[in-house]
């Protein structure tokens, strides 16, 4: 009897993990709106050391909601390409421990300096911005994309570097509970 409970639980145990470790397919993920917006540097206060003085600046976010239909997806990866001020500028997050339903998020930001630089130190608005296309792929496979325009992306120079994703500003540490959680260099 021993035996047969052991075989049992042993062939389940196998079952699950097998099931755990099922490929995504297409479908898994639905990519919904792409939301450009300009938002202010997070204001923090320190108790200890001296208080400095700085300018809150001004940065691109660039949000996109999306839904999932597999289980739990390990990670997937998130290549952002936005079109401002006529160029063209690239960059990818890529999030991991994605589990199934609505309402996940994933955002990318362009630092105040950077944005100073492409405009030559003009105002920014969201109507600097041209275009915003976000791919959602895993290991070359695209499962989804979306972009703000349905226009393919024009041909061109692609500037990467300038689009930081959110564990690299100021806002890391804000709405823990509303984006996916980014996979760390290793």
């Known amino acids: 009897m021993k035996i047969l409970s052991l075989s049992v639980c042993a062939v389940l145990g196998f079952a699950l993990h097998a099931a755990a470790q099922v490929p995504i397919g297409p479908g898994a993920i639905k990519l919904g709106k792409v939301k450009p917006e300009i938002v202010k540097t997070p204001d923090f206060t320190i108790k200890s050391g001296p208080e400095k003085r700085s300018k809150t600046g001004e940065w691109l976010e660039i949000e996109v909601e999306f839904e999932t239909k597999a289980e739990e997806i390990d990670e997937m990866t998130f290549q952002y390409t936005i ?3 006529g160029r063209l500028l690239d960059g990818q997050v890529t999030h991991v421990n994605i589990p199934k339903g609505r309402e996940h998020y994933s955002v990318m930001y362009i630092s105040p300096r950077t944005l100073e630089k492409l405009t030559g130190g003009k105002t920014v608005t969201v109507s600097n911005v041209q275009n915003v296309w976000v791919v959602a792929s895993k290991q070359g496979q695209i ?13 061109g120079p692609k500037l990467t570097g300038l689009i930081l994703n959110k564990s690299e500003t100021p806002f890391a540490p804000l709405y823990f509970d509303r984006y996916e959680a980014i996979k760390t260099a290793k």
Do not use: L, M
């Open 83 to 85: 079109q401002f001020e």
């Open 143 to 155: 499962f989804d994309q979306t972009a703000v325009k349905n226009v393919a992306i024009p041909n």
